[in-house]
């Protein structure tokens, strides 16, 4: 029984680190503070969960547009860059993860030439989109419509 509450409690915490993190992870590409804070939170999970852990990578890639030193930008950029790529090579099909690069990837400044994957991210998503569970469509289909980097006919893929 013990067991059973603890597997029941580790499944309702990673929904809501799950949910916290996508909600936190819109907000701070375009904001220091909530970056800021969504590198802290991300920060201090130990998981083993590889959603988690890509929320953790993008949250230094976020983060690192605001640090002070280029050297600090540089080195917290590609730290987190080699962690999520190295996660979407052991789950090449995750989507999740594939929308998380893609998001940083597009808004990303082309000088740091992190933007290789865009179309092979793209290829997955819309071919899994429908595989997904709700709230990720939702989260998906959001990004896709209030963003100027999908053509319409990529828009119609997810209707």
């Not at 993008?58 to 050297?71: D, N, T, W």
Request: proline share 2%; glycine share 2%.
């Amino acid at each position: 029984m013990k067991f059973l509450l603890t597997c029941i409690s580790a499944f309702m915490l990673f929904f809501a680190d799950l949910d916290s993190a996508r909600k936190q992870f819109q907000s701070a590409q375009t904001n220091k503070t909530q970056a800021l804070q969504f590198y802290q939170t991300t920060n201090q999970w130990t998981t083993q969960d590889p959603v988690l852990i890509a929320y953790q990578a993008a949250g230094k890639m976020v983060q690192s547009k605001f640090e002070k030193g280029k050297q600090q930008k540089k080195d917290l950029f590609k730290t987190g860059a080699t962690q999520l790529n190295q996660l979407i090579a052991s789950h090449p099909n995750q989507v999740e993860l594939r929308f998380i690069r893609l998001t940083i990837q597009q808004n990303t400044p082309a000088l740091l030439k992190y933007n290789a994957n865009i179309d092979e991210d793209k290829a997955v998503i819309f071919s899994q989109y429908k595989n997904t569970d709700a709230k990720l469509q939702t989260f998906i289909k959001q990004y896709v419509e209030t963003s100027n980097k999908f053509t319409l006919d990529e828009i119609k893929k997810l209707n």
